[in-house]
Each structure stands twice: as C-alpha cells, then as structure tokens.
C-alpha cells in the first residue's frame, strides 16, 4: 500500500484533538506520517502530542511550530513542503471521518492516478446539485476542506494559492487555478466520509456571510471564466458551457 500524509494547520485547537487523533488511528488505512502545523494558541500541544505517540504506538507525528501566526494557506504549504510522501491528506482539526474515508479516497486515486485533486461534496447527488457545482467549479465550490486528498506526483510544487490572508479563500482559489491549467480535479458526491463540523469561530462560519468573502468569491470564479473563454473559439465555448460546466 502507497504511504501517505495527513496534513494540519492547528489554531487554538485544543478542544478539538482528542477527536482529532480518534479520527486519524481509527482509519481501515492508517498514514506514514502526521504533519501538525502549529499557528498558535495551542497549549501543551508537544505533551499531548508525546502521549498520542505513546497511546497509538505511532512515532511519526511531526510539529511545526510557526514562530508568529500566519494564517491556514501559508501553513499549510508549510506543511506540503515537508511532508515525506507524495499523497497529502487534508484534515482540518474540527472535522472528522469515517474510519474507511483514507481507503475510499486511495482507492479513487488507484482508479486514476492523473488526478491533482480528490475530493468529496458537501452536496447530495442529484441533477440539480451537479448542475449547480459544475465541473468547473464556477457556479459553486461544494468541496469539503478535509476531505481533500492531494497528489504531488502529478503537481510536485502544489500549493495554495492564498489571495487574501484575511479572508478564507485559499481553498477557493486553488481549485479555480489548478482546474484552469488542465490539472483534474476528482470530486465524489457518492458515500460521503468526511464529517464537516460547521463549529463556532470556524472560517467557514465566520465568513459565510460576511460581504467582502462573498465578493471576492464571484471575482475569482468571473477571473477564471473568462480566461477559459478566451482561450475557446465559439463552438468550443459552447461545448465548454453545455458539457464540461455540465
């Protein structure tokens, strides 16, 4: 079995880790290694870290600790820039997974290994719901955080791409710009893994409404379709809108 990472950027996640830790060593597959990024306001998170090694038997949980706080995207790449392994899980501190989300996640990369990004929905699957979160992902982003599993081996330098530090749109911004340059980008809408807690103080609640997110938003998606169009000629910009934006 291909060894693989598990990715996060903690900040004043203490709450979180017990379940965090369960999610991790409950998996049918279990990672190589553990990167935690610390970005501050986490405390004892060496000693708890020590006693986690020790309960799981598990020696390859690696911290980094930021010297100042900098924000998820960047310590994200941080973290992509370390890790060991070519495949990258994302696993945000609040959410959770069902204990066959890595093997379910591996086995749609076996299926093809061209992929950049894999990823599930938030979105049940039905006709309007694909419609509204296109191929393209210009109608609407639906992919949960966490679920993302990265590939390296297609996209060596792979990062997120951070437009604003202020407002949570990494995620955003990086689908937008890795499905531009013609990498594939695998998103699941069947038998969902990824438990997403919408919890109090989480950048998705917090900017869920919140104008200049929302605003930004529509400039990225608008930015990259008409860079798309312009690359068409007009019967291909139909077959784009018609098939690939579904």
Known sequence: MVNFTILTGLYNSNFFLENYFKTIFNQIILPHEVILIDDGNNFNLDKIVCNKRKQYNFQNIVVIKNKKNIGLGPSLNLGLKISSNKLVFRLDADDEWLKNHTQKMLNLYNQDKNGVIYAESLKYSNLRNIIKCDNFLINENSTIHSSWLINKNVCPDFRYHVVNPKIALEDY???????????????????????????????????????????????ISKFFFHLELKKRNLFSNLYFILFEMN
């Open 173 to 219: 911004f990086t689908l937008f710009w890795h499905k531009y340059h013609g990498y594939k980008i695998h998103i699941s809408y069947h038998q969902i893994t990824t438990i997403y807690n919408d919890t109090p103080g989480s950048l998705g609640k917090k900017y869920a409404l919140n104008i200049h997110y929302l605003k930004n938003r529509k400039k």
